[in-house]
């Protein structure tokens, strides 16, 4: 076979040609190998060698320690890092994910052979080209995603691969080969090993990925059953209603399709419509209805990413778009404003994104379909008209203050009554947006309220 080449950076080579001259094996291996294959940017490249970690040492000025148990050393150069590894072989791996003691071998196959797919178990130097023990080139071109070797035993050993090879069929647009799922239907429950950091880091990868509507391959083996069991739900639950074509979760991957790849709103399309399996009820015709579903899908939203620990400021802009995500506002700047303040004037945007989403996942057939964007499309322009007349959409905008209502005489819950009071008027006409009309305003209005 004619041998393949591949750009090798010049720190890169530069490492390899150290430990060569040294009397060593050396080979950059793994993603790197795969994704310059693919004729994309590797992140970062992974070098492997048969010389021992203090024998790395030796050949480098600048190394760290950054996993020399199990045989990594850092090689600094000019300020960059490379992770040299030794060849190994893993021992047994008692918590499912990490092996308990690694031995080191002379042999390049043997650490190869210890790696999770095919895809990503090739070797590359200049001299030899691609080292493909495994198949690695041809699944490629198939497009699968097939573990080295027996599937039972490369999940056994790290159960988190399950989750690896449904992410890595996202990102490619690879299947999973036969065996290779039927071993992970086997082994997705031992998932409960898995601490909430990893499964959340692969759950986002995958959704954040070319192809997010490879969670319906998560949920068809078994995954989403174990670490996102209410995505399930929606699978089962459906939607005889003529607005909708699809189950509410065949809407949900849909929705996650049409939307930018952006890890909050692939996450809000995921969470939108949890609430929908609780808040069904079926009426005299047989037709579904899912009034409140808004409100329990942010609920339902808001734990799981406390479950998966993400983080609050990932969370707090999630749970605001899934509660705003059904809001339809009347044709009217007065109607948009209001809306505008209810969702946010920092989330505003990603509110239309969401609405065309989850037009889109409702299907060309559905009741209403081109209705829907064309009413988001009128939204948007007074939107934009709105901005462009700079009306106030919030407390911050208004012309007067808590120290104005104080210095007129309010105090306590009545300044923030009061206040309120004056941005519904202000949303529902700005003109009123000047000190004295609010003012008057305020005043006749806790008058009322005090009859």
Not at 130 to 159: H, N, Q, T, W, Y
Not at 245 to 257: A, F
Not at 269 to 283: N, V, Y
């Amino acid at each position: 076979m004619e041998k393949i080449y591949i750009a090798l950076p010049d720190k890169v080579r530069e490492i390899l040609g150290t430990l060569r001259a040294a009397g060593y094996e050396a080979y950059a291996v793994g993603g790197c190998v795969r994704d310059s294959l693919l004729g994309r940017e590797p992140k970062d490249w992974d070098i492997t060698t048969s010389a021992r970690p203090d024998q790395v040492k030796a050949c480098f000025r600048k190394t760290i320690d950054t996993g020399i148990q199990h045989g990594t050393v850092t090689v600094m150069l000019g300020g960059e890092g490379f992770e040299v590894t030794t060849y190994r072989l893993d021992g047994t791996y008692s918590d499912g994910r990490h092996p308990d003691a690694v031995v080191f071998t002379p042999s390049l196959s043997e650490d190869l052979l210890r790696r999770d797919f095919t895809i990503n178990a090739m070797a590359y130097s200049e001299e030899t080209g691609v080292v493909d023990l495994f198949g690695g080139l041809a699944d490629m071109e198939k497009g699968l995603i097939r573990c080295v070797g027996d599937p039972d035993a490369r999940f056994s050993e790290d159960v988190l691969r399950i989750m690896r090879a449904v992410r890595f069929a996202a990102q490619l647009g690879y299947e999973i080969e036969p065996e290779t799922a039927a071993s992970v239907r086997r082994h997705a429950p031992d998932l409960v090993k898995i601490s909430a950091e990893r499964i959340a880091a692969e759950l986002l990868k995958t959704i954040t990925s070319p192809h997010p509507g490879r969670i319906r391959t998560a949920y068809e083996l078994g995954i989403t059953a174990v670490v996102l069991p209410e995505f399930d739900r929606c699978m089962e639950t459906p939607q005889h209603t003529p607005y909708h074509c699809y189950n509410v979760g065949e809407h949900t991957v849909r929705t996650m399709e049409h939307i930018p790849a952006d890890k909050c709103l692939r996450l809000t399309m995921l969470f939108h419509d949890l609430g929908k399996p609780a808040a069904r009820t079926i009426d005299g015709n047989g037709r579904d209805h899912f009034v409140g579903h808004a409100a329990i899908s942010e609920g339902i939203a808001y734990d799981i990413m406390r479950r998966l620990k993400l983080d609050n400021a990932t969370i707090r802009r999630v749970t605001r778009l899934v509660r705003c995500h059904d809001y339809r506002p009347a044709l009217t700047k007065a109607s948009v404003r209001k809306v505008i303040y209810r969702v946010g004037e920092d989330l505003f945007e990603d509110y239309l994104k969401v609405q065309r989403a989850d037009t889109w996942g409702k299907g060309e057939a559905a009741y209403g379909y081109q209705a829907g964007f064309d009413r988001i499309y009128r939204t948007e322009e007074l939107y934009r008209e709105i901005l462009a007349e700079g009306d106030c959409l919030s407390l911050k905008d208004l012309a007067i203050n808590g120290r104005d209502l104080a210095e007129a005489g309010f105090s306590g819950p009545m300044i923030g009554d009061a206040l309120e009071a004056a941005l519904r008027a202000v949303l529902k006409n700005p003109k009123m947006n000047t000190k004295d009309r609010l003012m008057n305003m305020v005043a006749n209005y806790t008058e009322t309220k005090r009859r």
